[in-house]
Structures are given as C-alpha cells and as structure tokens.
C-alpha cells in the first residue's frame, strides 16, 4: 500500500479500551459495519453517529435507571426535547391541554409552531383540578402537558390523578419535570406517560452544556420519540453526553445541598418585612405544600417569593444591589441568581394576584450566610427605592 493509503488506515483497529468509571468519549459520524448485511439493518445496528454511540448510550441508560423508563431519548436542549415529545405523539387536528404556568418559550412553541400545523391548543388554570380539566377535555384531545411546580408562580398540580383520569380517556399526559431533575419526582412511576426534562439545569450542574431527555415506559412511545429525534435530525454530541453523564453521578449531593439551603434561605424572607409572600411549595405553610409532601422526596434550591407591592425602580434597585446573586434566566448550576418574574405574566390566560412584585431565587452552592447577606442589602435597597 502506498503512504496516503497506511496513513488513513493507521490505528482503525485499536486495541480493546481500558475500562474507566467513565465512557469513552466516542466520535464520528460514519459507522464501519462488519459485514454487507449490516448496512442496512437499522433495527439491530447503529449505521450513523447521528445516532449516538457509546457515550451516549451510556448517558441514556443512566436515565433510564434513574426515571425507571424503559428508554430515555435525548435532545439537544430541554426546549427540543418537549417539543420534540410532542411533535413525536402530535398530529394535525389533535388537541393537547396545556397548564398556564407553562415555561414561556413552551407557550411559544405551541402557540407559533403547533397551531400552524393544525394541532389545537388549550389552556388551563393550574388550580384547576383534574377531574374539571379531563372531564372538559374533548374527542380531539391527544396529549395533557402538564409542569408541577410551574415555572415562575410554583403552582403544582395532582399529577398522580392526572395521569389515572387521562389513562381512562385514552388521553396521554406529559410532565416538565425539570424542577425535580428525575430524582425527587417520578413521573413514570406515578402514572404519567412522558417524564421530560431539561438536563441543562440539575442534572448537568454547571450551567454549561445543553441539553433534555424525554423518557417513557411504554415501548411504542419509546420507538416514537426516538424515530421523531431521527426524522428531525437532531444530536447530541459525545462531549455533551459525557459533561452531562459526570453531571448526574453527583446529582443527588448537589440537590441535597442546595435544597436544604433553599428551604433556610426561604424561611428566612419569610420574616422579612419586605416581603409579601413566599411560593415554595416544600416550605410548610406555602400553596400547595401538602402535594409536595405527598409525591415529592426532595427539593431543588428553586422558588419566588413577592416583594411588597412598589415600583420597577424599587425592583431594579433590589436586584442591583446583589453581589453574590447572578442576574440570569436559567438554574440548576452550582451559583446562585436572581430574575425579576412579572413581565413574563402577560401572556398567561390565567391573572393572578401574587401580592407584589416577583422575584425567582435559584440558591447556588455558596453559604447560606453570605446569601442571605447579599439578599438583606437587596432589601435595603429596595425599601429605600419604595419610600
């Protein structure tokens, strides 16, 4: 053989890897199948990196164990991967029922992109109770997407009576849930079709990789999701799978920690006289805590409370005051942030009075000392920009 022919074929046969706590990140696009037959038996055989290869797999039966699914597929962000469940099971003229407190570029993807293609949209209250909303739901319905605790407001819904009432209909139901990261709420185990998530938040932890997972137990849903990925041509990348997988092994120590210190730091704002109300749902005497309690094993370190009723000025000057608080819009990483919540509530059906303006708090890893310092200057500031 000529040097170009060695030099291209050099090292395709490399010896069995050495085995490490982690996968092997494993790249590439073209797949070498051993024989002619193999080329074009996609039931049996990987025939594209598009795919996913080991690393990947690796990261999807993590999931799988952890959501108790029977197969997990993945996405390149948390947005695709709700969109991408519901283009999966979705045809024109279905209708699917959607919470209000949906995270808004959902909102944005139902009403810009699902109504276009012929899928009827609706919207219900989040204390609506389930046997109202199934009982409403007409001969179109396909799907019910539900998020508990709901982005920004933390209004949680009965997703066990849910997911039993839509069963007996014939109508699925899916759960955005990012908030418990797959670990402190199994939505599979409680009834629910669909468990989707966003693992850019918890489960990768450092606020540097995207990406979301869809997982399910019925095997058709399954085949469903993972023939939607491919027709749509989404991937992930082997980096990503890896960062996220290194992620997920600390998962549960991350929660832990930043759950215990969202609980201090939200009893604390509690007794502030600043502050109007707290929307904690793990906190006693916060809406919806009994349902916490009953379903949930944890909390994540995500909540809002409401500052006394004062102007925007007031709230510019609370959150300007924040040192140690990032001002960002997402969470799950290792730092804290903060948002001010209300000109994301304009396009919701449902108008609720929350007390006052809102702030969403995601408490990081840093002490719960030096949080609730930076916090208390926050006050100041806004009680001297509200007088």
């Known amino acids: 053989m000529s040097d170009e022919t060695r030099l291209i074929h050099a090292g395709s046969k490399p010896e069995p890897l050495c085995r490490t706590v982690g996968p092997p990140i494993q790249k590439g696009s073209t797949v070498l199948l051993p024989d002619a037959a193999s080329l074009y038996d996609d039931?049996?055989?990987t025939t594209y990196?598009?795919?996913?290869?080991?690393?990947?797999?690796?990261?999807?039966?993590?999931?799988a164990a952890m959501e108790g699914a029977v197969g997990v597929a993945l996405y390149p962000s948390g947005l695709a991967a709700i969109s991408g469940a519901l283009l999966a099971v979705l045809a024109a003229g279905d209708e699917v029922l959607v919470v209000d407190n949906i995270y808004k570029p959902v909102r944005r993807f139902c009403d810009q992109v699902l109504k276009?293609?012929?899928?009827?949209?609706?919207?219900?209250?989040?204390?609506?109770?389930?046997?109202?909303?199934?009982?409403?739901?007409?001969?179109?319905?396909?799907?019910?997407?539900?998020?508990?605790?709901?982005?920004?407001?933390?209004?949680m819904q009965d997703i066990p009576r849910f997911a039993e009432l839509a069963r007996e209909r014939g109508i699925l139901t899916a759960v955005d849930n990012t908030w418990a990261a797959g670990l402190l709420f199994k939505p599979l185990e409680h009834g629910v079709d669909l468990s989707l998530q966003a693992l850019t938040k918890y489960a990768g932890g450092h606020s540097d990789v995207f990406m979301g997972s869809a997982a399910a137990r019925d095997p058709a849903l399954?085949?469903?999701?993972?023939?939607?990925?491919?027709?749509?041509?989404?991937?992930?990348?082997a980096d990503d799978a890896y960062q996220m997988l290194r992620g997920l092994r600390t998962l549960p120590t991350r929660l832990r920690v930043q759950g215990e210190a969202g609980l201090r730091v939200a009893a604390w704002l509690a007794d502030q006289p600043e502050v109007a109300a707290l929307y904690h749902p793990a906190l006693p005497g916060c809406p919806d805590h009994e349902l916490w309690k009953r379903d949930y094993s944890g909390a994540c370190g995500l909540f809002a409370f409401a500052l006394r009723p004062g102007p925007q000025a007031a709230v510019d000057a609370f959150l300007d005051a924040l040192d140690i608080f990032g001002l960002g819009f997402s969470w799950?990483?290792?730092?804290?942030?903060?948002?001010?919540?209300?000109?994301?509530?304009?396009?919701?059906?449902?108008?609720?009075?929350?007390?006052?303006?809102?702030?969403?708090?995601?408490?990081?890893?840093?002490?719960?000392?030096?949080?609730?310092?930076?916090?208390?200057?926050?006050?100041?500031a806004y009680a001297k920009a509200a007088l």
Do not use: N
């Open 222 to 237: 399954v085949r469903r999701l993972l023939d939607g990925v491919d027709h749509l041509g989404w991937a992930v990348s």
């Open 43 to 45: 039931d049996h055989c």
């Open 332 to 380: 799950g990483g290792f730092e804290s942030l903060a948002i001010w919540c209300d000109p994301q509530f304009p396009p919701r059906k449902v108008k609720r009075d929350y007390r006052g303006p809102m702030i969403r708090l995601h408490i990081g890893l840093e002490p719960v000392d030096d949080l609730i310092a930076d916090l208390r200057k926050g006050l100041d």
């Open 49 to 63: 990196g598009r795919a996913g290869l080991a690393t990947q797999k690796a990261l999807q039966e993590a999931l």
């Open 116 to 155: 276009r293609f012929g899928v009827g949209v609706a919207y219900f209250d989040p204390r609506t109770p389930p046997e109202a909303v199934v009982g409403g739901s007409s001969g179109k319905t396909r799907l019910i997407l539900l998020e508990s605790p709901g982005s920004l407001s933390f209004e």
